[in-house]
């Protein structure tokens, strides 16, 4: 013990002197955010050259707000917060930082914030966006041979705690928006915290989570294939190159995958197939291609990728209803009986309208779905909630 | 393909209008850095208002270069540069700031910096760094019970390609620096890049890498376990509060989590240890700890954690000489003849003395090592050099 204080002293002189330089210690010992008992937080940032300092996030009414300063330390303490997962940036003089006091980062697409929780009470969406003192699943990035693709591709699986007792497991396939990748789910959508706090109060079965890639044309998320160190952009994995082979088509070489690596039970009453945006795209195709394979189907603010030559942003339930594939399609998948075809859109989501002449066309066929509707538009604050509600649907 | 060229313009024009104000889109179209066919690097800031735009990097003579503008747009061009890995960020009217156009990161604690790779030839540093087409291995970051810390912890394994096919592998076990995490050797150190490079080419053999996380009074990397989203400091894990029990106590259930999960080789030839800074030291008290363990031992920057009551950055010839448990330990160590015992260190490192005399204490006990000695300090440079070495003369 006396050897393990001595070594800490000596190293933090050492941090303090020589090492200084090399710039691998605390540039500052603020702390920021600052969540408070009361549900507001604290925001702090050292800048005593600066001339103007704002937080902007997506908290505040205006977007917006304006930080004050006093010897060089600039605050801002937000109204009462409701619990939810926030992100946030400093304006620094009119330039866009993250906060240097913070390490909590997220990405979309080449967009950085920084981010905070606010909980309140056990078992609201913070304290289930939160890592708890709980049961915690592995999150594997691995490689899977996909001969439709003609590559190697990566994928993130989530195994639930408990996996290596050797049960076999359910699995949920979630796909990911346009400009995300195989990383998305477990970031932006805190998908390992939400079905480990989901299982281990027994709200959702232990299941296994499969996150592909959904940019038919990468091998995997930018920086981690051979294409280099690019800049991501929004459909660029979708365009440049125009991929060879759809995300239905290429489907089977993941499950393939999924059911000869991990311990898995390989019915259609334990496989469920969600994704957002794009994502709900693929889960919409996935799903009426493979009519009897999924017993549990989420489709989370879906781009309908609606087929021949029209646009998707011009479908409506004319459209749909003079396209005889889907109609048969549709009508096969109704005949196979899934347990649940569920849709949740924000009532804000550009895409509510084209949500909501599918489900007139899916009425039309008296097909059977449950509709979720939230506030808000097109935003992970949903995709999060409704991985929440989907999740304790499931395999049940 | 008609259909997905139709859905990629269609969401293209959303990008530009309706859906700009969520912020889920490329702020700009700039590519920075980018690396010259010459081996000069371009950085480029899109910046009207900014009165004085610096780039700060280690690729730098001075650390700062001023970059000039034109029309807004401010620019700097490097001298070529050898292949390595090289860190940078832009200072904006004195303020530290990412490049917004480029979403590569590396987290040193709580020091964010952008980061490129110069490669010049296949196989030199850069293109051992990068990701390159070559089979790659898989990275699970897996949670294992500790019964002697009382607590379940995050690790981050690497399995080889190929881990699938059912053979059986060695095991290097490679622990990280002060203020480092589970997470430091799979980012800063680019080890699932340098292990699927060096087994490409079949320039070391395939191999499980085993990253525990070396704070002991810690589950997991700041954010990954209950303590909440706090602010990671150099020490704070070994000091808040001082741990129980010390890495060499508490290294069996590390070794057995992975020698009952993984298919691996259980023997001392098949078993290898290493590590860097603080991780250098724990290699170093868990290797005469357990004395035929490891038929592989590699120091990297090591700070020797010498027991009794002197202070570790006091050590020298006379404090090693005069510790007769050290002693009998480094005897038993030498009795049970390890293959190799390496170790490494920068001629500018302020641990090179104490290095130095520990070389000096092992050469009066005719304790045979290899020593390589490069060019500066305590730096990420230099670990991601030792691993590259390491790695290709363990289990041969």
Chains 1, 2 share one sequence.
């Not at 003079?322 to 399609?329: E, F, H, I, N, V």
Request: charged fraction near 20%; aromatic fraction near 12%; glycine fraction near 8%.
């Amino acid at each position: 013990m006396k050897r393990i204080l001595l070594f800490i002293s000596t190293l933090m002189l050492c941090a303090m002197s020589s090492l200084a330089q090399e710039a691998i210690f605390n540039r500052n010992d603020l702390t920021s955010p600052e969540v408070n008992a009361d549900g507001t937080v604290t925001f702090r940032l050292y800048a005593p050259k600066a001339i103007t300092v704002e937080v902007q996030g997506d908290f505040l009414q205006n977007g917006k707000a304006a930080m004050k300063e006093e010897n060089g330390l600039w605050t801002y303490t937000s109204e009462s917060l409701a619990p939810e997962l926030y992100s946030y940036h400093f304006v620094v003089n009119g330039i866009d930082m993250l906060d240097p006091s913070s390490v909590y980062h997220t990405r979309d697409i080449t967009t950085f914030n920084n981010f905070f929780i606010v909980t309140r009470n056990k078992g609201d969406v913070g304290d289930l966006y939160s890592v708890n003192e709980v049961p915690h699943g592995d999150v594997h990035k691995v490689w899977y041979d996909s001969p439709t693709l003609g590559m190697k591709r990566r994928m993130t699986v989530y195994t639930p705690a408990g996996y290596d007792k050797g049960e076999k497991y359910p699995v949920l396939y979630l796909f990911h928006g346009a400009g995300g990748d195989e990383e998305a789910w477990t970031t932006l959508g805190r998908a390992a915290q939400i079905l480990d706090n989901l299982i281990a109060t027994g709200k959702a079965k232990p299941m296994i989570v499969v996150m592909p890639n959904g940019n038919m044309n990468a091998q995997a998320a930018a920086g981690e294939w051979s294409k280099g160190m690019y800049k991501p952009s929004f459909m660029q994995h979708v365009s440049d190159p125009v991929p060879t082979k759809s995300m239905e088509e290429s489907f089977p070489d993941i499950q393939k995958y999924v059911e000869s690596h991990y311990n898995v039970l390989k019915n259609r009453q334990n496989r469920a197939v969600a994704g957002l945006s794009m994502g709900g795209g693929h889960t919409y195709a996935v799903s009426k291609q493979y009519p009897g394979n999924f017993d549990y189907i989420g489709l989370f603010s879906a781009a309908i990728l609606y087929g021949i030559n029209a646009n998707f942003m011009d479908v409506n339930l004319q459209s749909l209803q003079a396209d005889q594939t889907l109609s048969r399609q549709i009508d096969a998948l109704k005949a196979a009986k899934p347990k649940l075809y569920w849709i949740g859109i924000g009532n804000t989501d550009f895409l509510y309208n084209i949500n909501k002449d599918y489900r007139s066309y899916l009425d039309g066929k008296q097909f059977p779905y449950e509709y979720y509707e939230s506030e808000g538009g097109h935003i992970w604050r949903n995709w999060r909630l409704y991985l929440t509600i989907f999740a304790q649907k499931v395999f049940k």
